[in-house]
T-cell receptor
């Protein structure tokens, strides 16, 4: 995951908004993804954005993409304790078999 | 369909033993991936199948590792002569097409003692 970078930890109070940030290095990335992982579980796809979009909203989730700065963010509105998990940013690049490359993950802690 | 299924959930083995993991993807998905995740890290790509063909392998996949998907349905990942450094969560994922996100299984946690 050395080409996809994320901060390691974020703590927010229940009811506040959370913003998790990610930077990627490959400007030719075609799709960018956010996955959620709860303890002891596999990864769950939350949302994705195509590289020709700059914003996507899905209920409490808003994804913002700044292609110029290669910056991706995930905003969770009205954060709940059930949102506590590790959030992974990932990108898909063209060429080869277009495998998805993951960042190291951001641990979100929601304080009641 | 119950999603991507992986067995076993946990495996403890002695160093030097062989282990095999199984993944049953979502039935309509022709693409299957194996990833490895160590503590505090994101998943790292190991290998990729399209139907029964293994189309890409990571350099992380040493010659002690072998993966198969004989009929384009379930897949197995075998590790021979396990080492302590093989201890990790092994994740399987499948997808319907190249632009779709992956559906992951719950993983197999391997502990080599």
């Amino acid at each position: 995951g050395e080409d996809v970078e994320q901060s390691l930890f974020l703590s927010v109070r229940e009811g506040d908004s959370s913003v998790i940030n990610c930077t990627y290095t490959d400007s030719s990335s075609t799709y960018l993804y956010w996955y959620k992982q709860e303890p002891g579980a596999g990864l769950q796809l939350l949302t994705y954005i195509f590289s020709n979009m700059d914003m996507k909203q899905d209920q409490r989730l808003t994804v913002l993409l700044n292609k110029k700065d290669k910056h991706l963010s995930l905003r969770i509105a009205d954060t709940q304790t059930g949102d506590s998990a590790i959030y992974f940013c990932a990108d898909r690049r063209p060429g080869g078999y277009q495998k998805v490359t993951f960042g190291i993950g951001t641990k979100l802690q929601v304080i009641p | 369909d119950t999603g991507v299924s992986q067995n076993p959930r946990h495996k403890i083995t002695k160093r030097g033993q062989n282990v095999t993991f199984r993944c049953d993807p979502i039935s309509e998905h022709n693409r299957l991936y194996w990833y490895r995740q160590t503590l505090g890290q994101g998943p790292e790509f190991l290998t990729y199948f399209q139907n029964e063909a293994q189309l890409e392998k990571s350099r992380l996949l040493s010659d002690r590792f072998s993966a198969e998907r004989p009929k384009g349905s379930f897949s197995t990942l075998e590790i021979q002569r396990t080492e302590q450094g093989d201890s990790a969560m092994y994740l399987c994922a499948s997808s319907e097409g190249q632009n779709y996100g992956y559906t992951f299984g719950s993983g197999t946690r391997l502990t080599v003692v």
